[in-house]
């Protein structure tokens, strides 16, 4: 019997829902986000699949929307500053602009839009003769 209760209790637990609410995604707090897949792009050579880590950016970061920044998730990790945030259509849109970064010439723009209702990322970065997209994760913490 003690057996059928803990395996009742454990298949209880799968079937609550995992899914984010749009309410958890609306900037008012921090949000502890992932990489899962990115891609660089040329206008000659199209887009070809990289990792985080060839693209010189972090695998896991946090965004804090209130304090306008986004910092990796390592010690020491580097922090960028959020210029702009607005929601539009159950998307949190964050924008931002850096001076030259390693392995990009010039400066670069960036936008991250969050689905508010999943937590689905993308990432668009762009800069002279270059552009990378990157799909990831947002849960808040």
Do not use: H, Y
């Amino acid at each position: 019997m003690r057996k059928f209760i803990l395996a009742l209790f454990f298949v209880s637990l799968c079937l609550i829902p995992l899914q984010v609410s749009a309410a958890d995604i609306d900037g008012s707090a921090p949000l502890l986000c992932s990489v899962t897949k990115a891609f660089e792009c040329s206008e000659d050579e199209g887009c070809t699949p990289a990792s985080a880590m060839d693209l010189n950016l972090p695998r896991f970061f946090r965004i804090d929307a209130p304090q306008k920044k986004v910092t990796a998730v390592k010690e020491g990790g580097r922090t960028t500053v959020i210029q702009n945030i607005s929601e539009v259509d159950g998307k949190l849109i964050l924008q931002g602009a850096e001076k030259a970064v390693e392995n990009v010439r010039g400066g670069i723009g960036w936008t991250a839009i969050i689905m508010q209702e999943s937590g689905n990322l993308i990432l668009s970065i762009s800069g002279d003769d270059a552009g990378f997209i990157v799909f990831g994760a947002c849960l808040k913490q």
